[in-house]
Nanobody, 121 residues
Framework: QVQLVESGGGLVQAGGSLRLSCAASGIRFSINAMGWYRQAAGKQRELVAGVTVLGATNYAESVKGRFTISRDNAKNTVYLQMNSLVPEDTAVYYC???????????????WGAGTQVTVSS
C-alpha cells in the first residue's frame, strides 16, 4: 500500500521559510517522479515543483528562485524548501508520486493527505 506522508507545514510570517518533507512507503521510490502541488481556497490544484528520477526539476513560475525541491532516495523522502514566502503561497500542499514520464498535469499516481501552509502578512 502506497503511503505519502507530508510534514513541515504551519504558520509563518511573510518573508519567512518553511521546509516540507514527504516520506514515501510502499513504492519503489527511486523510479518514481515526485512532485509538490498546492491548492488554495477556491482555486484549482497546481504544480509547485517536480523532480524526475534523474533529478531534473520543474517549477511553477510563481515560485522560481524561492522554492527548491530535492529528493533523498536513501530515505525515500522528497523535500520542498520554501523561502521568501508571501501570503499568496498560502495553501494546502500535497505530495505526489508517479511513474517517471507521466505528465505533471496528470492526476495519475499517488497522493498524500496534504499539509497546510499559511503565510501571514
Amino acid at each position: 500500500q502506497v503511503q505519502l506522508v507530508e510534514s513541515g507545514g504551519g504558520l509563518v510570517q511573510a518573508g519567512g521559510s518553511l521546509r516540507l518533507s514527504c516520506a514515501a512507503s510502499g513504492i519503489r521510490f527511486s523510479i518514481n517522479a515526485m512532485g509538490w502541488y498546492r491548492q488554495a481556497a477556491g482555486k484549482q490544484r497546481e504544480l509547485v515543483a517536480g523532480v524526475t528520477v534523474l533529478g531534473a526539476t520543474n517549477y511553477a513560475e510563481s515560485v522560481k528562485g524561492r522554492f527548491t525541491i530535492s529528493r533523498d532516495n536513501a530515505k525515500n523522502t522528497v523535500y520542498l524548501q520554501m523561502n521568501s514566502l508571501v501570503p499568496e503561497d498560502t495553501a494546502v500542499y500535497y505530495c505526489s508520486s508517479r511513474p517517471n514520464g507521466v505528465p505533471w498535469t496528470s492526476a495519475d499516481g499517488s497522493w498524500g493527505a496534504g499539509t497546510q501552509v499559511t503565510v501571514s502578512s
